[in-house]
């Protein structure tokens, strides 16, 4: 007993054999390394295992190599509908950091800029977000309903009759309606990030800029947005992940098909039926899902990595 | 990650070990302080477990287990019914495994045939009391070599549901023929009344309404025999006219109906705002709910020019008995209640939907008539006992595809080849 304590107060260049007090903190990551690798490299690695093999239902057939994956890019109608819900998830994308996190930032400025009840604001954009997206799924077909929902009684009041229409129904304006429910729901959250990443600024820069007369887009551009970019990347990478995983409204509100014909399919969408069949039991393919899965991964990994570098490359500049 | 996964096949056979050892039936630890008459009437309780998807059904299932015990007292049945989108799943994982309960109810067709065709299941040629049942009803659970391996219990029918305070109103007698039909929601619609409750915002709505519909189009059961035997397929024009029949209603169909889902069919109907639907027997018990006041009926699907009216139904689910079931004899005197006419009584009561039993009446007089319906004049659910495969299933390509030509993308023609086309990936027909 007396010995280690001799050696755990040794001075710290002494040379010894080994640091059993250090050796021991390095154990204690073990608990949260199992539950990660149990939940989240197990399922990974077995859905990379699940999509190299042919399967009936639920059991495992023969081994197919990449098999799946030709599947998938080749065959009528996946390739159809995999290129398709890509191109609806590129647009989710694009519309969330036009819509979401356009007008978040917007309001984050104003609410930067001290108005008055600047709180009551910030927690009444982030309302919406405590709500379960299948709630807001609900609403906001309710909303669009086209014979009595209100934005359609709102157009006809306004006499905007001849714009009121099947929101939902229509393959024109179905997915832009999701998205725009989806900004609703998450502009809250943005505000949140944006507004962390403004009060990051310190008051002396904002000051000496206002001293050099750099005022209003000129001062948002040059100063704020450059020495904010920390919290644009954080904000832009999760709306990406966000928009890519879009799953539950599509599903809430136009059902594992992405109706109508396929207008609002998403890639977890395509993913979810792909596996899962519908709920008749049906049509199920583990296999050709997994290597969707796969594909989506990687998809997701590789553009989110992308983001982050360019924007550690600008954010040096 | 070879570490891993022995870790993980450790904690799996400790689990499957507790779920065995859990499983190990009653009778092992008979009590031993039964006095004289132990040895004529066994005392414990023989317990059995009760798989099903039906969540909401469970007060009903208990209810008619009840009755069961009252004759049978030695019994104990438990209703442990899954949620219906993990069903398949948590079944196929206990099945695999060699657990599960000792009576499952099975998916109607492919998917609950899939697993008698694995062995899981035991066949039930000794139930004498399936042979009230029709081949087509009992086609929902025999398996490839043509054994049975499952009793239908209830049918799903589709028929038409009608205001009859506002037939009254506007004289409209129960359509006889498809002229008679076409008239009454003409007018209907000339009263600013919407003839049918319909939206195609939800594919399944789209079939589930050409299944009604389209049968006196195609010809019926004739039609469906042709085609399963490879006699002829979709492009057939007899089923390119019932594709035109769905696109000619148009104008019956309520505004904005491809904006339309089923909540708001329902909504149209009740209200009294829609004069009549096209909708299967579960929607009645909802509507009722919803509208007490509601004075409503049912009638069967007139065909054009001298054909028979047809109801559209389908096995709803069968029950069947585990293999590997410790108590089969006592699961299997369960199965023969399943096909007795009180049970089929007691269904059609608790849970309001057309027995599988012929000649049983029901407490509500609809019931009733969709059952006597679905027991004589039914055709079968094309689209679901017969073309629920594929991936995507030509279901689900059908549905895809009127959804489209309700958006004006497709003509019938298009629908047509699309249909066929999946079918042609999967299908073989039976004589072939």
Redesign the interface.
């Known amino acids: 007993m007396n010995g280690t304590n001799v050696q755990l107060q040794a001075p710290k260049h002494k040379p010894k054999s080994f640091n059993w007090r250090k050796g021991f903190i390095h154990l204690f990551p073990i608990p949260a390394l199992a539950v990660f690798?149990?939940f989240i490299?197990?399922p990974i690695?077995a859905a990379f295992s699940y999509s190299l093999f042919d399967w009936q239902?639920?059991?495992k057939g023969a081994f197919l190599g990449i098999g799946n994956f030709v599947t998938l890019f080749t065959k009528e109608?996946f390739n159809t509908y995999f290129w398709n819900s890509l191109a609806h998830n590129a647009y989710y994308f694009v519309l969330e950091m036009i819509f979401q996190n356009g007008i978040a930032f917007v309001l984050a400025y104003i609410i930067f800029s001290k108005v008055k009840g600047a709180e009551l604001f910030k927690m009444a954009y982030f309302l919406p977000r405590l709500l379960s997206v299948i709630v807001v799924g609900f609403l906001w077909?309710l909303m669009?309903?086209?014979?009595f929902g209100a934005v359609n009684v709102f157009l006809k009041q306004i006499g905007l009759e001849q714009w009121a229409?099947?929101?939902?129904?229509?393959?024109v304006t179905a997915l832009t309606a999701i998205i725009l429910a989806n900004c609703w729901f998450g502009i809250g959250f943005a505000v949140l990030i944006l507004l962390a990443g403004l009060h990051s600024i310190s008051q002396e820069v904002l000051e000496a800029a206002r001293l050099d007369g750099v005022k209003g887009f000129r001062l948002i551009r040059s100063i704020i947005l450059p020495m904010m970019m920390q919290s644009v990347v954080i904000i832009t990478v999760f709306t990406f992940v966000q928009a890519f995983e879009a799953f539950e409204l599509v599903y809430a509100m136009q059902?594992s098909?992405g109706?109508?014909?396929?207008s609002t399919d998403t890639l977890a969408v395509f993913f979810y039926?792909?596996a899962?069949?519908?709920?008749?039991?049906?049509?199920?393919?583990i296999g050709?899902g997994s290597a969707l899965a796969v594909t989506l991964f990687f998809i997701i990994a590789s553009l989110s990595a992308v983001f982050m570098a360019l924007m550690k490359k600008k954010d040096i500049e | 990650?070879k570490h891993?996964s022995l870790v993980?096949a450790a904690i799996l056979a400790a689990s499957l070990a507790g779920c065995s050892s859990s499983n190990t039936p009653a009778a092992t630890t008979a009590p031993k302080d039964n006095k004289g008459e132990a040895s004529t009437q066994p005392q414990q309780k023989v317990k059995l477990t009760m798989g099903s998807w039906r969540t909401e059904d469970k007060d009903a299932y208990e209810k008619i287990i009840k009755e069961y015990q009252k004759k049978n007292p030695n019994v104990e049945i438990e209703f442990k019914p899954t949620k219906?989108?993990e069903?398949?799943?948590v079944l196929?994982?206990a099945l695999?495994t060699g657990s599960g309960p000792d009576i499952i109810q099975l998916?109607p067709y492919?998917?609950g045939i899939?697993l008698a065709d694995a062995g899981y299941l035991e066949p039930l040629d000794s139930v004498k009391g399936l042979s009230v049942m029709s081949k087509d009803t009992l086609a929902a659970a025999t398996g490839k070599d043509g054994k049975i391996y499952g009793v239908p219990t209830v049918f799903s029918s589709t028929q038409i549901f009608y205001n009859k305070k506002l037939f009254k109103k506007f004289n409209i007698e129960e359509p006889k023929t498809w002229d008679d039909l076409i008239k009454a929601a003409d007018t209907l619609k000339q009263n600013k009344v919407t003839p049918f409750a319909f939206?195609?915002?939800?594919?399944w709505i789209l079939s589930l309404t050409h299944g009604a519909l389209g049968p006196g189009f195609y010809g019926a059961n004739d039609f469906v025999s042709k085609i399963t035997s490879g006699q002829t397929n979709f492009k057939d024009k007899a089923f390119v006219d019932s594709i035109q029949m769905m696109q000619g209603l148009t104008k019956y169909f309520?505004?904005?109906?491809?904006?339309?889902?089923m909540d708001?069919m329902r909504n149209l109907f009740v209200t009294e705002q829609a004069g009549m639907m096209v909708m299967g027997d579960w929607e009645l018990a909802v509507m009722k709910k919803m509208n007490p006041a509601l004075e409503m009926d049912v009638f069967p699907v007139p065909a054009p020019a001298g054909g028979k009216a047809t109801v559209t139904t389908w096995v709803d689910g069968s029950f069947s008995v585990n293999k590997a079931s410790k108590n089969k004899a006592e699961a299997m005197k369960f199965i023969e209640f399943m096909t007795t006419k009180d049970f089929g009584q007691l269904v059609a009561n608790e849970l309001m939907k057309p027995s599988t039993i012929p000649g049983v009446e029901a407490a509500d007089p609809i019931v009733t008539k969709i059952s006597k319906f679905a027991n004589s004049i039914s055709t079968p659910y094309m689209f679901?006992v017969h073309f629920?495969?594929?991936?995507?299933?030509t279901k689900?390509t059908l549905?895809?595809a009127l959804?489209?030509m309700y958006?004006n993308?497709q003509t019938p023609q298009d629908v047509v080849e699309e249909v066929q086309k999946s079918a042609d990936t999967w299908f073989k027909p039976a004589g072939k």
């Open positions: 690798t149990l490299v197990y690695l239902g639920l059991r109608p077909k669009l309903n086209p014979n229409r099947p929101w939902l129904g229509e393959p059902g098909q109706e109508p014909v396929h039926r792909t899962f069949g519908s709920s008749s039991g049906d049509g199920t393919a050709l | 990650m891993v993980l219906n989108t069903y398949n799943t196929n994982t695999q998916r492919a998917a899939a939206g195609s915002k939800e594919g309520p505004d904005n109906y491809v904006g339309i889902s708001d679901v629920s495969s594929g991936n995507p299933t689900v549905e895809t959804q489209g958006l993308k």
